[in-house]
């Protein structure tokens, strides 16, 4: 891997995420060398061109077909050559052969405590579900949704008082500080995905991925 690690980040919307991102690589070992979007008006766009990072949005609306946007993402990425790909709000499903081409290189992070809650609405559904307990995951992407293996996550409490909105701006705070620290150990070179499962250090992780603060 190149020194400092190079990492492309795919986005859709606010980009929070990839503010958080781009804080931390300040004193990190990586570098944010491009930002790409599917949607134009994605404010994270403006983020990155504050903090003087490459963009491109590639629109899946200029496509008839998914797959043709994934190789025009896929050939945009192959000539900016990052270490890792890292999928931050991107609201798109990626085809198998993308995934396949960045296998082992390719992040995102879901607002839920994966395996639990893949898919949308994770809020609304821990509340429906009357759990106690709520939080973010990072995770190796792979072809099954929001399947891939865990590597590590960070829990909030749920309280009486929340609602889906509150328990979204507690799991984000979460995310913050969680995404960057992933991605520091990616840049270690301490992370792999083999055989279907996320390691750390040569250790392979549980299926629920170690706790941020075992990290
Ligand atoms: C985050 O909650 C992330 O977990 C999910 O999409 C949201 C993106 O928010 N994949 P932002 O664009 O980073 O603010």
């Known amino acids: 891997m190149k ?15 990839l503010q958080a991102l781009i804080d931390a690589s300040e004193d990190a070992n990586y570098r ?10 994605a404010y ?9 990072i490459p963009t491109w949005t590639i629109s899946h609306r200029d496509f008839n077909q998914r797959i043709e946007f994934d190789r025009a993402l896929m050939a945009r990425l192959d000539r900016i050559q990052p ?8 609201m798109r499903i990626l085809s198998a052969e993308f995934v396949n081409h960045f296998s082992g290189r390719l ?18 559904r821990v509340l429906e579900a009357g759990d106690s307990e709520h939080g973010a995951a990072v995770h190796f992407v ?11 996550h960070s829990t909030v409490p749920v309280s ?11 799991v984000h705070r979460e ?9 520091t150990l990616f840049a270690e070179g301490r992370l792999k995905m083999t055989d279907g499962r996320a390691w750390l250090d040569g250790n392979a992780l549980p299926a629920e991925g170690l706790h941020l603060e075992r990290l």
Do not use: M
Not at 143 to 152: F, H, Q, R, T, W
Not at 175 to 183: A, F, G, K
């Open 142 to 152: 792979t072809e099954e949704l929001d399947g891939g293996p865990v590597i590590a």
């Open 83 to 90: 270490d890792l790909v890292v999928l931050a709000g991107f």
């Open 107 to 124: 992040l995102n992070i879901h607002p839920s405590l994966l395996p639990r809650y893949p898919g949308t609405d994770t809020h609304q």
């Open 160 to 170: 009486p008082e929340d609602d889906a909105s509150s328990l979204q701006e507690k």
């Open 175 to 183: 995310e913050y500080r969680l995404y960057p620290r992933v991605v």
């Open 32 to 41: 944010i060398t491009a930002v790409i979007s599917n949607n134009p008006d």
């Open 44 to 52: 994270g766009l403006r983020r990155a061109r504050d903090a003087d």
């Open 3 to 17: 020194d400092p690690c190079s990492v492309a980040v795919l986005i859709s919307g606010n980009g929070t995420n």
